[in-house]
T-cell receptor, first 115, second 115 residues
Framework: AQSVTQLDSHVSVSEGTPVLLRCNYS??????LFWYVQHPNKGLQLLLK??????LVKGINGFEAEFKKSETSFHLTKPSAHMSDAAEYFC?????????????FGQGTILTVHP | GAGVSQSPSNKVTEKGKDVELRCDPI?????LYWYRQSLGQGLEFLIY????????KSGLPSDRFSAERTGGSVSTLTIQRTQQEDSAVYLC?????????????FGPGTRLTVT
């Protein structure tokens, strides 16, 4: 069994300040973890993924996430927010130990960026 | 290259009618997934196809829902006797393989409204 908890449903930051979106997971197997972003009326886009290689993962648009097994966390960060970062972000875990990748999504965090 | 496409983009139907939603995956991708995104339930897995294997239907919410994938490519999700609670955005994704560490590429979705 696997699950994902995004600890904040809404995060609001000012442009130019750091972004932190928190995610905790549980999985019976070694997980693959992803962050996807969804802009209004747009499809889901992959930001970054962790698949048991380096624990600090860099993604697109300056985002990065750190896999911490001891804390079962995979928080998403960005040093400096941009207006275009306003969107909904999903932390996702993928089934391991089997040959398929059924995704389990967190409930999403809506990021608002103020000028 | 072409991404995942879905049709129609919007569908409004009357309660009790049947609907068909179509997904064209990225060429060469062997794995295809359907998800549903609704206000109350977030993003939920529905069904998964991998090559010629039997599909994983474990996420289908009722026997009114079915899906098929013809020739290992195009997939159709059918909802019979639609109910208002079926209103949601239905997302299709494809992946080069059905393994946990492969990125899934999402289509833009079909927004279904049941009146």
């Amino acid at each position: 069994a696997q699950s994902v908890t995004q600890l904040d449903s809404h995060v609001s930051v000012s442009e130019g300040t750091p972004v932190l979106l928190r995610c905790n997971y549980s999985s019976s197997y070694s997980p693959s973890l992803f962050w996807y972003v969804q802009h209004p009326n747009k499809g889901l886009q992959l930001l970054l993924k962790y698949t048991s290689a380096a624990t600090l993962v860099k993604g697109i648009n300056g985002f990065e996430a750190e896999f911490k097994k001891s804390e079962t966390s995979f928080h998403l960060t960005k040093p400096s927010a941009h207006m275009s970062d306003a969107a909904e972000y999903f932390c996702v875990v993928s089934a391991g130990g089997t040959s398929y990748g059924k995704l389990t999504f967190g409930q999403g965090t809506i990021l608002t960026v103020h000028p | 290259g072409a991404g995942v496409s879905q049709s129609p983009s919007n569908k409004v139907t009357e309660k009790g009618k049947d609907v068909e939603l179509r997904c064209d995956p990225i060429s060469g991708h062997t794995a295809l997934y359907w998800y549903r995104q609704s206000l109350g339930q977030g993003l939920e897995f529905l069904i998964y196809f991998q090559g010629n294997s039997a599909p994983d239907k474990s996420g289908l919410p009722s026997d009114r829902f079915s899906a098929e994938r013809t020739g290992g490519s195009v997939s159709t999700l059918t909802i019979q006797r639609t109910q208002q609670e079926d209103s949601a955005v239905y997302l299709c994704a494809s992946s080069p393989q059905g393994a946990s560490d492969y990125e899934q590429y999402f289509g833009p979705g079909t927004r279904l409204t049941v009146t």
